[in-house]
């Protein structure tokens, strides 16, 4: 009786029937796969964002900014090139300068200061000359990329150098 019970318990209509221990194997592996891609995911975005950034970055060559001449003498408008945080100054002299407001030390978003006429990153002490960009004092290694600004009707364009 105990062999008519278990051949019930085993067989139904010739197809075998999923065991407990075979259930929990399956489902443990499931739950496994699905934690791998959940750690996988973000390691292969950190991984492949530069290329992406890169790509992204090649595609814009130009901005335009309306109604960007009517910014004050000795400020600062922040936008977008690309994916990159980026600022437009209008010094008191009347002239235009842009450049990248990323720090080039870590990565932080820098300000301008007027009344100092400097570019500050607040994370680490460093700043940069506001007319060329240029690293004058703290962490950072390298100057800030700056852009070609011209003037044209409608507002002001801020190109690759």
């Known amino acids: ?3 008519t019970t278990c051949q019930a318990d085993k067989w139904v209509e010739g197809k075998d029937l999923l065991t407990r221990k075979a259930f929990v ?3 443990l592996g ?3 796969l699905c934690y791998a891609a959940a750690l996988g995911y ?3 975005r950190y991984l492949g964002s530069p290329a992406e950034k890169a790509a992204a970055m ?3 060559t130009e901005v335009t900014l309306k109604d960007a001449e009517k910014l004050p003498l000795g400020s600062v408008l922040m936008f977008k090139f690309g994916p ?3 600022m437009l100054i209008h010094h008191q002299d009347g002239s235009w300068v842009a450049f990248d407001a990323v720090c080039t030390h870590l990565g932080c978003t820098v300000q301008y200061q007027p ?3 400097v570019i500050h990153c607040a994370c680490h002490g460093g700043e940069y000359d506001a007319r060329t960009g240029k690293n004058i004092s703290g962490p950072p290694p390298r100057p800030l990329r700056g852009y070609a600004v011209k003037p044209v009707s409608g507002g002001i364009a801020v190109s690759r150098a």
Do not use: Q
Request: charged share 20%.
């Open 1 to 3: 009786m105990s062999e």
């Open 25 to 27: 194997r399956l489902a």
């Open 30 to 32: 499931g739950v496994g």
């Open 42 to 44: 973000p390691v292969y």
């Open 58 to 60: 090649a595609a814009i």
């Open 84 to 86: 990159h945080p980026s």
């Open 115 to 117: 009344e100092r006429n």
